[in-house]
C-alpha cells in the first residue's frame, strides 16, 4: 500500500530528511531564515540530549509511553464498566491517553523507534492503530505524511486537505473536521468521476480493517440512538432483532470506551492541524510559510486532547529528528528563533481566509505596487 501511494504521489523525501527539499523555488531571504532556525532547534536538541542521558534510550522511552498510554486506556473503561468512573469523565481521560498514541504513530512514520527491529517496529505500528483506531493504516500514512513534508500546502498534499485544510469556514468543515470520510462525500461534486473511483477504492483500502470497524461502529450508534430518541419522542417502541437487543450494552461500551474518546481526540487534533497549517499561496517548501505557531490560551482545551500541538508541530516541519517529547522540551527557545525569523504566531485571522498566508491588507498592497 506505501508503495502504491509513494507512486501515486512521486518519490517521498527520506524518512528521517523530511526538510531536504529543493529550495531554488524559495526567496533568499527565507532560505536564511530556514538555515538559521534548524541550527538553533538542532542546537537545542543536543543541549538537552547532553543534559538527560536517559534520552539516549529512545526506543524505551517510546515503547514505555505506549505501555502505560494502552494501560490508561484501559484502566478507564474498567473504571467506568465497573461503575467508579461517569462517561463524561472517562470519554475525555481516555482521549488524553489516545493522544500519546498519536504522537508515537508519528514518531514511527518517521522511523524514531527500533529503526533497527523490525518486528518491534512493526508490532508498535499495529498497536498505536488499535488505540487510535479512526485513522487509516499508519503504513499507508508514512507515504502521505512523508509528502506532506515535502509539499505542505500545496494541492498534492492530501494528509491536510483531507482534514479541511483551505477549505472556507462553514458547518460543512466542522462536520468534515469530526468525520473525515464525510469529507468525501461532501466534496464529491468537485472531483471527476474517474479519480473519485479510485479515492473510494484507495481509501477503503487503507481503512481497512480497524479503521473500517471503528467508523461501523460509530455510525451504527449515532443510527441505533437517533431512532431510539425520536421514536420516544413519538412514543413508538422499535422492536429490534435479538442479536441488537442482547448485545446493546456491549456495544454502547465499546463506544464509551474506545469509540467516543478517538472521535473527541481526532476532532481537537484534526481542528489545530487544519488551521496551523497554510494553503494554497505558499512557496513550495518554504517551511516559514507552511505552518504557524497556534499556541493561544483560547485553545487550551483542544490542545489538552493532541498534546499540545499546534505549539510543537511547527518545529518538526524544520527538524525531523526530534520525537515529539524533545520537541516539547525544545519548544521555548524554538519558539524565539522562529518568531524572530519570520514565523507567525497566532495568526487567527487565517480561520477567516480559508487558511491562505497572505492576508487582506498584504493583497491591497500588492494591488497598488502592481
Not at 483551505?166 to 458547518?171: L, T
Amino acid at each position: 500500500m506505501s508503495d502504491l501511494l509513494n507512486k501515486f504521489f512521486g518519490d517521498a523525501p527520506a524518512a528521517q530528511g523530511g526538510s531536504r527539499i529543493k529550495q531554488n523555488s524559495i526567496n533568499a531571504q527565507d532560505q536564511k531564515r530556514i538555515a538559521v532556525i534548524k541550527a538553533e532547534i538542532m542546537a537545542e536538541g543536543d543541549r538537552i540530549r547532553a543534559q538527560y542521558p536517559i534520552l539516549k534510550h529512545q526506543d524505551l522511552i517510546g515503547l514505555t509511553i505506549l505501555i502505560a498510554s494502552f494501560a490508561g486506556m484501559v484502566a478507564c473503561a474498567w473504571a467506568f464498566w465497573q461503575g467508579y468512573m461517569p462517561w463524561y469523565v472517562s470519554i475525555p481521560l481516555t482521549a488524553i491517553f489516545a493522544s500519546f498514541t498519536h504522537e508515537l504513530e508519528h514518531d514511527l512514520i518517521h522511523y524514531m523507534y527500533f529503526r533497527k527491529n523490525k518486528f518491534m517496529h512493526h508490532l508498535m505500528m499495529a498497536w498505536v492503530w488499535l488505540c487510535r483506531p479512526n485513522t487509516i493504516s499508519p503504513w499507508a500514512r508514512r507515504a502521505l505524511h512523508l509528502h506532506h513534508h515535502k509539499h505542505s500546502g500545496t494541492e498534492t498534499d492530501l494528509e491536510e486537505r483531507g482534514i479541511t485544510n483551505g477549505e472556507k469556514w462553514s458547518i460543512l468543515r466542522l462536520i468534515m473536521t469530526v468525520d473525515t470520510n464525510l469529507g468525501v462525500v461532501f466534496r464529491a461534486h468537485r472531483i471527476p468521476p474517474k479519480i473519485l473511483l479510485k479515492i473510494v477504492a484507495l481509501g477503503s483500502a487503507v481503512n481497512f480493517p480497524i479503521a473500517t470497524a471503528f467508523w461501523a461502529a460509530w455510525h451504527a450508534f449515532l443510527i441505533y440512538w437517533s431512532v431510539e430518541i425520536g421514536s420516544s419522542l413519538i412514543g413508538y417502541e422499535v422492536a429490534y432483532p435479538a442479536w441488537i437487543s442482547n448485545n446493546i450494552e456491549i456495544f454502547n461500551m465499546a463506544v464509551i470506551a474506545w469509540v467516543a474518546p478517538n472521535i473527541l481526540r481526532s476532532f481537537c487534533l484534526n481542528f489545530i492541524s487544519s488551521n496551523m497549517h497554510y494553503y494554497g499561496d505558499i512557496e513550495d517548501g518554504n517551511f516559514v510559510q507552511q505552518c504557524m505557531v497556534l499556541n493561544s490560551k483560547w485553545f487550551f482545551i483542544p490542545h489538552l486532547f493532541c498534546f499540545n500541538f499546534g505549539s510543537t508541530h511547527g518545529i518538526h516541519h524544520f527538524v525531523v529528528r526530534d520525537p515529539f517529547y524533545i520537541r516539547q522540551m525544545t519548544a521555548k527557545r524554538a519558539h524565539v528563533v522562529m518568531r524572530e525569523n519570520g514565523v507567525r504566531f497566532n495568526d487567527l485571522g487565517a480561520f477567516g481566509r480559508a487558511n491562505r498566508w497572505t492576508r487582506k491588507e498584504e493583497t491591497q498592497t500588492q494591488a497598488v505596487t502592481a
